[in-house]
C-alpha cells in the first residue's frame, strides 16, 4: 500500500516523543501555501497533544532568522515545510545548546545530520514529487495522536499543501502522497474525482471560468469573454439561473459530461493537440467539510488561496483559514487573492512580453522590481510553455530582493528531470560560487544572491545544467 514507509513512522514517533518532552514548543514555517498547511496540520496536532506553542513564519531560513529563533526562550523548535535545506545553518545553533530542532521538511537535505530530521528523501521516498513539507507534518501528526485522538482529518490540509507545491501529476496523488488522500477519503473529509481541471470549479461563473482557463488554450474561448460567452450560450443546456450563470459545481453530471464534450469537439475542431487535450481532465480533490462554492472545497483553488496571503506578508490570515477561523480572515485572503491573480495575470503578460535570453543550456529573464520576488517563480512556472518560451530549457527568473539581493526562481519540467537535471543542487552551486544560498527540489528551486552577480551566476547554472545534462 501507498504511504509512508515504516522507518520514517518510527522517525515520526521519536520526534513527536522529543515534542511530547518540550514544556512548550516554537512552531516555524515557511510562506507559502505548503508551508501554512504544514503549519497548520502541526499546530492542531501540538494542540491536540497538549503540548504549548507559537508559530511563526519566515520567507527562507537564513543565518539572521535562525539567529532571532535562536534568541528566543524556546529550547525546542519544530521546523515545518523548511530545515532540511539549512541543516549545515542550524546545526551550529544545535551544537551550542541554543536549541533542539525538530524537522519536518521535504527538500534536500544540506550535508549535516541532526537526530528528529524527518524528511522522505531520508527514507527513499521523492521529496518534490511523493510528499510535502504538509505530508511531512501531517506523518508527524499521526505520531503525536493521544488517546482518543483521531488527526486523520488533517489529510484535507496536507493534500492542500501537495497540490500547492505542484505535486499532482495526471494521475492525481501518487506515492506517499496518495496513502494520505486514501487517509482522508477513509476519514471522510476529501473526495478523489476525474474532472474538468481548470482553475476555478467552485467559484467562477462558467463563461470566466472557460475564459481564463489558461494551461490548455482553446482557440475562440481561452482569453475571449466573448468567445466563451457564444461556446455556452449555443450549447442545449440551461447554464443561468435567474440571470446568472451558474458555476461548474452547480451543474449535474449529466450537463458536465455535455461541456466536456462540447469543449473536447471545439478543440479537436481548433487543432490543439491530442496531448494537450487529454490534460483537460484529470484527477482532482474536494474537501468536503468545506462549504460548496467557495475557495475552501477545492483544493487548488485554496491552495493558491493561501499563497495569496502568505506570499504578501499575511501569513497570520492564511493560517487563521486553514485553523477555520473564518470570518474576517477569509474576507480578507479573498482581497489578498484579487491582488494576487492580478499580480500573476500583469507578470505573466511582462514575461510574455519581453521573452527570455536563451543560453546553450538555460534561459532566463530578470524582472527587476515588476515581479514580487516572492511570487517570481510561480510566474516563471506559468510562463513556459507558452508564448513562444519554451519547455526544453530550465527557466531561470530574477527579481529584486533588496538594496542589495537579488531573488532567483528556478523552474524545470519531470520530461528534465528523467534527463538528469536537478536544479537544488544547480541553485545550491551556482549560489554559493557568488557569495549566495539556495536549494530546492530537483524540478524546482531558488536561490538568493548578491546583486551584481547575475551574468556569473547564470554564467556557473548553465555551465552545471550543461554538465547534468550532457
Ligand atoms: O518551498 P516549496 O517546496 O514549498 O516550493 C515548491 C515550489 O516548487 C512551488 O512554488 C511549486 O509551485 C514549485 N513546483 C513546480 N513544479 C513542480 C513541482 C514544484 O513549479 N513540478
Ligand atoms: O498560485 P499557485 O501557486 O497555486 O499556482 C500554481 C499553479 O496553478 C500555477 O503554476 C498555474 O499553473 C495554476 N494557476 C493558473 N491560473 C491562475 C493561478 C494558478 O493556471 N490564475
Ligand atoms: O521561491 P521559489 O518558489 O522559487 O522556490 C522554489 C523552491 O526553492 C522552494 O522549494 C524553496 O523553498 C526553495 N528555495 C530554497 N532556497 C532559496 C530559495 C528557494 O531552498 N534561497
Ligand atoms: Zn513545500
Same mark, same amino acid.
Not at 516523543?17 to 516554537?26: G, K, Y
Not at 443561468?240 to 450537463?255: A, C, H, I, N, S
Given at each position: 500500500?501507498?504511504?509512508?514507509?515504516?522507518?520514517?513512522?518510527?522517525?515520526?514517533?521519536?520526534?513527536?516523543?522529543?515534542?511530547?518532552?518540550?514544556?512548550?514548543?516554537?512552531?516555524?514555517?515557511?510562506? !507559502?501555501?505548503?508551508?501554512?498547511?504544514?503549519?497548520?496540520?502541526?499546530?492542531?496536532?501540538?494542540?491536540?497533544?497538549?503540548?504549548?506553542?507559537?508559530?511563526?513564519?519566515?520567507?527562507?531560513?537564513? @543565518?539572521?532568522?535562525?539567529?532571532?529563533?535562536?534568541?528566543?526562550?524556546?529550547?525546542?523548535?519544530?521546523?515545518?515545510?523548511?530545515?532540511?535545506?539549512?541543516?549545515?545553518?542550524?546545526?551550529?545553533?544545535?551544537?551550542?545548546?541554543?536549541?533542539?530542532?525538530?524537522?519536518?521538511?521535504?527538500?534536500?537535505?544540506? !550535508?549535516?545530520?541532526?537526530?528528529?530530521?524527518?524528511?522522505?528523501?531520508?527514507?527513499?521516498?521523492?521529496?518534490?514529487?511523493?510528499?510535502?513539507?504538509? +505530508?511531512?507534518?501531517?506523518?508527524?501528526?499521526?505520531?503525536?495522536?493521544?488517546?482518543?485522538?483521531? =488527526?486523520?482529518?488533517?489529510?484535507?490540509?496536507?493534500?492542500? /499543501?501537495?497540490?500547492?507545491?505542484?505535486?499532482?501529476?495526471?494521475?492525481?496523488?501518487?506515492?506517499? =502522497?496518495?496513502?494520505?488522500?486514501?487517509?482522508?477519503?477513509?476519514?471522510?473529509?476529501?473526495?478523489?474525482? *476525474? !474532472?474538468?481541471?481548470?482553475? /476555478?470549479?467552485?467559484?467562477?461563473?462558467?463563461?470566466?471560468?472557460?475564459?481564463?482557463?489558461?494551461?490548455?488554450?482553446?482557440?475562440?474561448?481561452?482569453?475571449?469573454?466573448?468567445?466563451?460567452?457564444?461556446?455556452?450560450?449555443?450549447?442545449?443546456?440551461?447554464?443561468?439561473?435567474?440571470?446568472?450563470?451558474?458555476?461548474?459545481?452547480?451543474?449535474?453530471?449529466?450537463?458536465?459530461?455535455?461541456?466536456?464534450?462540447?469543449?473536447?469537439?471545439?478543440?479537436?475542431?481548433?487543432?490543439?493537440?491530442?496531448?494537450?487535450?487529454?490534460?483537460?481532465?484529470?484527477?482532482?480533490?474536494?474537501? *468536503?467539510?468545506?462549504?460548496?462554492?467557495?475557495?475552501?472545497?477545492?483544493?487548488?483553488?485554496?491552495?493558491?488561496?493561501?499563497?495569496?496571503?502568505?506570499?504578501?506578508?499575511?501569513?497570520?490570515?492564511?493560517?487563521?483559514?486553514?485553523?477555520?477561523?473564518?470570518?474576517?480572515?477569509?474576507?480578507?485572503?479573498?482581497?489578498?487573492?484579487?491582488?494576487?491573480?492580478?499580480?500573476?495575470?500583469?507578470?505573466?503578460?511582462?514575461?510574455?512580453?519581453? /521573452? *527570455?535570453?536563451? @543560453?546553450?543550456?538555460?534561459?532566463?529573464?530578470?524582472? +527587476?522590481?515588476?515581479?514580487?520576488?516572492?511570487?517570481?517563480?510561480?510566474?516563471?512556472?506559468?510562463?513556459?510553455?507558452?508564448? +513562444?518560451?519554451?519547455?526544453?530549457?530550465?527557466?531561470?527568473?530574477?527579481?529584486?530582493?533588496? !538594496?542589495?539581493?537579488?531573488?532567483?526562481?528556478?523552474?524545470?519540467?519531470?520530461?528534465?528531470?528523467?534527463?538528469?537535471?536537478?536544479?537544488?543542487?544547480?541553485?545550491?552551486?551556482?549560489?554559493?560560487?557568488?557569495?549566495?544560498?539556495?536549494?530546492?527540489?530537483?524540478?524546482?528551486?531558488?536561490?538568493?544572491?548578491?546583486?551584481?552577480?547575475?551574468?556569473?551566476?547564470?554564467?556557473?547554472?548553465?555551465?552545471?545544467?550543461?554538465?547534468?545534462?550532457?
Amino acid at each position: 500500500m501507498a504511504g509512508p514507509v515504516p522507518e520514517m513512522e518510527a522517525r515520526a514517533e521519536a520526534c513527536a516523543e522529543r515534542l511530547r518532552e518540550a514544556d512548550r514548543v516554537l512552531l516555524a514555517s515557511h510562506i !507559502d501555501a505548503d508551508g501554512l498547511t504544514s503549519a497548520a496540520v502541526a499546530a492542531t496536532a501540538l494542540e491536540r497533544a497538549e503540548i504549548p506553542f507559537e508559530t511563526a513564519f519566515a520567507k527562507q531560513l537564513d @543565518e539572521t532568522e535562525v539567529r532571532k529563533i535562536a534568541a528566543t526562550e524556546y529550547d525546542t523548535v519544530l521546523f515545518t515545510d523548511f530545515g532540511s535545506g539549512q541543516l549545515d545553518v542550524v546545526a551550529p545553533h544545535e551544537e551550542a545548546d541554543e536549541f533542539t530542532p525538530v524537522i519536518a521538511d521535504h527538500h534536500r537535505p544540506a !550535508d549535516a545530520e541532526t537526530e528528529y530530521h524527518l524528511n522522505p528523501l531520508l527514507f527513499g521516498i521523492d521529496g518534490a514529487s511523493e510528499l510535502s513539507g504538509a +505530508g511531512a507534518s501531517y506523518v508527524l501528526a499521526r505520531a503525536l495522536e493521544t488517546e482518543g485522538v483521531d =488527526n486523520r482529518d488533517l489529510a484535507a490540509l496536507a493534500v492542500v /499543501g501537495a497540490v500547492g507545491d505542484m505535486q499532482n501529476s495526471e494521475g492525481g496523488l501518487h506515492g506517499a =502522497n496518495a496513502g494520505i488522500v486514501e487517509e482522508g477519503v477513509a476519514a471522510g473529509v476529501l473526495e478523489e474525482a *476525474t !474532472d474538468l481541471v481548470l482553475y /476555478g470549479r467552485q467559484t467562477r461563473p462558467l463563461p470566466k471560468f472557460l475564459e481564463y482557463a489558461s494551461d490548455v488554450r482553446i482557440p475562440g474561448i481561452s482569453n475571449d469573454a466573448n468567445g466563451a460567452v457564444r461556446f455556452l450560450s449555443d450549447l442545449d443546456l440551461d447554464l443561468k439561473e435567474e440571470g446568472d450563470w451558474r458555476r461548474w459545481v452547480d451543474l449535474t453530471m449529466d450537463e458536465r459530461k455535455t461541456l466536456v464534450s462540447a469543449l473536447m469537439r471545439r478543440a479537436i475542431a481548433s487543432g490543439v493537440p491530442a496531448d494537450r487535450i487529454e490534460s483537460l481532465v484529470g484527477t482532482t480533490y474536494t474537501l *468536503t467539510a468545506e462549504e460548496e462554492g467557495t475557495e475552501l472545497r477545492d483544493v487548488s483553488e485554496f491552495s493558491t488561496l493561501l499563497n495569496a496571503t502568505a506570499r504578501y506578508e499575511r501569513a497570520d490570515v492564511g493560517l487563521a483559514v486553514c485553523l477555520g477561523n473564518r470570518d474576517g480572515a477569509l474576507e480578507s485572503a479573498r482581497t489578498l487573492l484579487r491582488n494576487h491573480r492580478r499580480n500573476l495575470s500583469e507578470g505573466l503578460q511582462w514575461v510574455k512580453n519581453e /521573452g *527570455t535570453t536563451v @543560453e546553450d543550456h538555460v534561459q532566463w529573464f530578470d524582472a +527587476g522590481t515588476r515581479i514580487r520576488e516572492t511570487i517570481v517563480g510561480i510566474v516563471a512556472g506559468m510562463a513556459v510553455g507558452s508564448g +513562444g518560451i519554451s519547455r526544453d530549457k530550465p527557466i531561470l527568473a530574477f527579481a529584486e530582493k533588496s !538594496d542589495s539581493e537579488v531573488k532567483v526562481s528556478a523552474r524545470g519540467s519531470h520530461v528534465l528531470v528523467r534527463e538528469g537535471l536537478d536544479l537544488s543542487a544547480v541553485m545550491r552551486e551556482a549560489s554559493r560560487a557568488v557569495g549566495g544560498d539556495g536549494g530546492g527540489h530537483n524540478v524546482a528551486a531558488g536561490a538568493t544572491i548578491p546583486k551584481g552577480r547575475e551574468d556569473e551566476f547564470v554564467a556557473e547554472a548553465n555551465r552545471i545544467v550543461g554538465d547534468q545534462l550532457g
